[in-house]
């Protein structure tokens, strides 16, 4: 079995700077539609009623089953960032796979690597 759509070395670092560079561009270009969806999207995951932590993993499960990838790259990166442990993480991927059913496994897959990718880089809980 080809694991053609893991993570490549660096790739990561690539995901950063790129949506960096992207949002940048994106935000700089001052249309009001768009910035405030980028100000609501960032304002959703503000500590409120549910904290930071609680809200990233939600954020993650909902991207898993949406599938997508960097979606999902950005909530596993954010996730480690609040503190989520590794068995957090897998009861989270957990309920994604339920949700979302079989056609989330490679998407799973992917979360698992950029995980295991974080915590190589010593970014994890």
Sequence with gaps: ???DHAPRA??????????????AEILGED????????NLDGRAYESGALDVK?????????????????????????CQEEGVTR???FEAFGVGLIVGGSIVIPHL?????????????????
Excluded at 10 to 23: C, D, I, P, Q, V
Excluded at 58 to 76: E, I, K, N
């Design 109 to 125: 897959r992917r979360a698992v690597a950029r995980w295991t990718e974080l915590e190589g880089q010593g970014e994890g809980a």
């Design 54 to 78: 609680t809200k990233e993993l939600l954020g993650l499960v909902a991207s898993m089953v949406l599938r997508c990838d960097d979606c999902v790259t950005y909530h596993v990166v954010r």
């Design 87 to 89: 068995e957090e993480a």
């Design 31 to 38: 249309n009001l539609v768009i910035n405030r969806f980028f």
């Design 10 to 23: 660096g790739s990561l670092a690539e995901f950063r700077a790129f949506r960096e560079k992207m949002n």
């Design 1 to 3: 079995m080809s694991d």
